[in-house]
């Protein structure tokens, strides 16, 4: 195989990010990394979809990004609830209230369906006395109105509001007193119909004018229609003010309750309402106990998240796929949507199908991209430019799909997936052909080291699933990654840092910076008999990054940061530049515990538990995290995601680590190899999926594993 070597150079030098990107897979939320950041036009806005140039240092930067919260970028959400059942949301401030403002309302398909829903008992509006989540799904609103001042401080009616994301609201009013309460309700409703985007970006419409509508009211406007209907139906519907009014009589003790129910349609092809029925949860039976109870629930909410994430596939709707997170990115996203079902692959392989179904049908056919998955560029950082999410995917589907043949896929599955792999693995071999590496984007580059690990790790587990299925083609797949390897272990490692080479750059420029995507070189795969495939390090290698990933500038104590933070640029709220991913940390716990370094897997491994308590089990897609010390706390990022699917997956992946499973279903086998260490403690893991049979596993405070419930005629080993 050809191969020119990158040549020496400062292994500290980088030029900066190069190129424009054109299409953002995340959101662009630190700035890039000019000397001298000009702050005082920050409320000047740029045209949609335009990146502001950085200015050079010493000169003022009339277009440098806009604070947050000026009206051209995401609201902050972290204090929202959101209840989620894909694609629709209903977003609501802690105090349940809707009054037509700021991003609440209830959503469908990113179109905000109802923005206002303003309660009144007898001209009042109840004091809000707590807002919690009761599922993925669903919030719960609890008011309370007093009477007149001579019957003393103690509430005369309580208001409980179940809010669904499915379009339905549940208000009951409950009588407390003694007496007999007349009174009228009042909901006052409205809304614009906007796009979410254009919401946050603070340029959403003015209110629509109503029409009464059957029970209810209706409001329309360019092809789409939304409707309220009330049960049971108001004594008074004015469309002047989206007007409904009951008036009740409510004995001691008694209740009363009105229901609504939201819905959007469209007009013309592909009309469809909400209220849709929702995918089936494929894990409804999984569970999670331990002597921690923390771990039972953090599971159990994660799972919850990723049943409300749950999409159908609208040309096959038994199959299914997850959206990557709300509010933001409510929608199918081809690298995030394949690695978060590669890593509940635990919890059964249906899911991992629906997204390699989905992905193969957007695969190019011809031309020079021949082989390769969609996806657009998305910001790297302050050291890289952009990286591309098609590369990412087009790496991860033969990865996914020759592990899913392990935990159990059926045969039929996985023959007509067969080609789009191989596709993959052609265009691998020539994106790969002249140097041996795979540059990111292609064809210019730069050679990123995460890249590499993907790629190798997609040759290796490609030619397993080849000699699996006696195709051809595993023995050029398997040559490639020994040269790719060998090459790697020299010139991506410096050895005076005694770390990775994070890229080298088009002009053979290394760059040191340490950040989390180094976790990748861990990340070794599943094959036959239950074995982790190799991975790009050597052992030696491979401890020295243990300690640097377990080290205090790359460990917070709340789990990975994606920049070491004593790198330069580094940001504790850097989308690439210091938050904490999930992801990034389980892949880094997943790979420790393979690589036998559970002390440095731990570690990351509780930062990430007791960070999700702060989060209410909720964790966001990042967090901000500085240094960890006594009573702080990880801070949330105003932009992230909650709930992401690779956060509510990664929890999955790190927790479901710890038992060591490992199968190879064709040869009819299951390996468990637990963490020695038990950094659980005692865990038992109940509903989980091997050869589509249920598979439950127990870990004692020893590290010894048990298996307690398996398929028949699953053989199982050591």
């Known amino acids: 195989m050809a191969h020119k070597p990158p040549p020496q150079g400062d292994p500290h030098h980088w030029a900066g990010a190069a190129g424009s990107i054109t299409e953002l897979d995340a959101l662009p939320v630190e700035p890039l990394p000019p000397e001298l950041l000009d702050l005082t036009r ?22 440098a990004p806009p604070l947050a919260g000026t009206g051209t970028g995401p609201a902050p959400v972290h204090h929202s609830l959101i209840a989620v059942a894909a694609p629709s949301l209903a977003i609501s401030a802690e105090d349940g209230r809707l009054p037509g403002t700021g991003l609440d309302g209830f959503y469908d398909a990113g179109r905000r369906v109802l923005a206002r829903c303003e309660l009144h008992l007898a001209g009042q509006e109840p004091t809000p006395l707590q807002g919690r989540m009761t ?49 009228p309700l009042e909901l006052r409703l409205g809304t614009d119909l906007a796009e979410l985007g254009e919401i946050a970006a603070g340029r959403a419409g003015p209110p629509l004018p109503a029409t009464v509508h059957g029970s209810g009211l209706a409001w329309t406007s360019d092809g789409l229609r939304a409707t309220v209907t009330a049960e049971p139906a108001p004594d008074v519907s004015l469309a002047a003010g989206g007007l409904l009014r009951w008036v009740w009589e409510l004995e001691p003790g008694a209740g009363r309750t009105v229901q609504l129910r939201i819905s959007l349609s469209r007009s013309g092809p ?46 096959r709707p038994s199959r299914t796929y997850l959206a990557a997170g709300v509010p933001w990115r409510c929608a199918f996203s081809p690298a995030e949507s394949l690695r978060a079902a590669r890593m509940l692959l635990p919890l059964g392989t249906r899911l991992a199908a629906g997204t390699l179904h989905t992905l193969a049908r957007g695969q190019a056919t011809h031309g020079p991209d021949v082989g390769r998955l969609p ?10 430019g952009p990286s591309c999410t098609g590369l990412e995917a087009t790496l991860l589907f033969p990865v996914v799909l020759a592990e899913a043949y392990r935990w159990g896929l059926p045969l039929r599955d996985v023959e007509q997936l067969l080609p789009a792999a191989e596709a993959c693995l052609r265009w691998l071999l020539r994106a790969g052909y002249e140097c ?129 933070s004593a ?19 389980a892949t880094a716990v997943a790979g420790l515990l393979d690589a036998g370094f559970e002390r440095e897997a731990r570690s990351l491994l509780h930062g990430v538990i007791d960070a999700a ?50 199968p190879d279903v064709p040869a009819q086998t299951v390996r468990v190899r637990p963490a020695a260490s038990a950094p659980l403690g005692a865990v038992q893991f109940t509903g989980l999926s091997v050869a589509e049979a249920p598979f439950a596993v127990r870990i004692n405070r020893l590290g010894a594993g048990m298996v307690e419930q398996a398929a028949d005629g699953l053989r199982l080993g050591g």
């Not at 272990?489 to 890229?503: A, C, K, T, Y």
């Not at 967090?623 to 699917?645: D, F, I, N, V």
Request: proline share 8%; with cysteine.
């Open 42 to 63: 920050a409320t000047d806005t740029a045209p949609s979809g335009s990146t502001a140039a950085a200015a050079p240092a010493g000169r003022s930067s009339r277009n």
């Open 135 to 183: 599922g993925a799904g669903e919030s719960r609103f609890v008011a309370a109105l007093a009477g007149p001042r001579e019957t003393g401080p103690d509430p005369v009616l309580t208001v409980e509001r179940l809010r669904s994301a499915e379009g339905t609201e549940r208000i009951t009013v409950r009588n407390s007193s003694l007496r007999l309460v007349r009174l």
């Open 436 to 564: 041996g590496y795979v540059p990111d984007p292609v064809p210019e580059g730069p050679y990123r080291c995460e890249t590499q690990a993907q790629a190798h790790r997609a040759a290796l587990l490609g030619a397993d699933l080849l000699d699996s299925l006696n195709r051809s083609g595993a023995d050029e797949l398997r040559s490639w990654a020994a040269e790719s390897r060998r090459m790697f272990r020299q010139e991506f490692w410096w050895d005076e840092g005694g770390r990775p080479v994070g890229l080298w750059d088009e002009d053979g420029r290394p760059s040191t910076h340490l950040g989390s995507v180094v976790a990748e070189l861990l990340d070794g795969g599943l094959v036959g008999a239950g074995l982790q495939a190799e991975c790009l390090l050597d052992h030696v290698q491979t401890a020295q990054l243990a300690r640097l990933l377990a080290g205090p500038t790359m460990d917070s104590g709340w789990g990975l940061r994606t920049l070491a």
């Open 567 to 585: 790198e330069p640029g580094y940001n504790p709220f850097g989308y690439r530049s210091g938050v904490v991913r999930v992801q990034d940390t």
């Open 270 to 315: 592909g009309a469809r309402k909400t209220g849709r029925t929702r995918p089936p949860q494929p894990w409804f039976a999984a569970a999670a106990e331990a002597d921690d109870p923390r771990i039972g629930a953090l599971f159990r909410t994660s799972l919850d998240d990723l049943a409300g994430l749950l999409l159908r596939d609208e040309t």
């Open 375 to 384: 996806g657009p560029l998305r910001h790297a950082g302050p050291h890289s």
């Open 613 to 662: 308590e702060t989060f209410g089990n909720r964790l966001p897609e990042m967090y901000a995290a500085e240094q960890r010390t006594e009573g702080s706390a990880p801070l949330p990022h105003p932009t992230a995601c909650r709930p992401s699917a690779l956060a509510a997956a990664g929890v999955v992946r790190m927790l479901t680590a710890v038992a060591g499973i490992r």
